[in-house]
């Protein structure tokens, strides 16, 4: 199931806190980090599809 987008925004702010803190490792920071970058991903294309949405939505009522 996909995970919404306040989830994986909060998510991806633990990860950022994470790789704040020095006491991580070489290893647990790429991962975290590729994680990220997936997160990241993830949440511009919600965003990219609730414009579509919404600009969609507001041609539709131009039009009436």
């Given at each position: 199931m996909a995970k919404n987008f306040?989830?994986?925004m909060t998510e991806l702010e633990s990860i950022v806190n994470?790789?704040?803190n020095d006491q991580?490792?070489?290893e647990e920071s790429i991962e975290l980090y590729e994680k990220?970058?997936?997160l990241s991903k993830a949440c511009?294309?919600?965003l990219v599809q609730a414009e579509k949405k919404i600009n969609q939505l507001s041609s539709a009522e131009e039009a009436e």
């Open positions: 306040e989830t994986m994470k790789l704040d991580v490792s070489l990220g970058v997936a511009q294309e919600q």
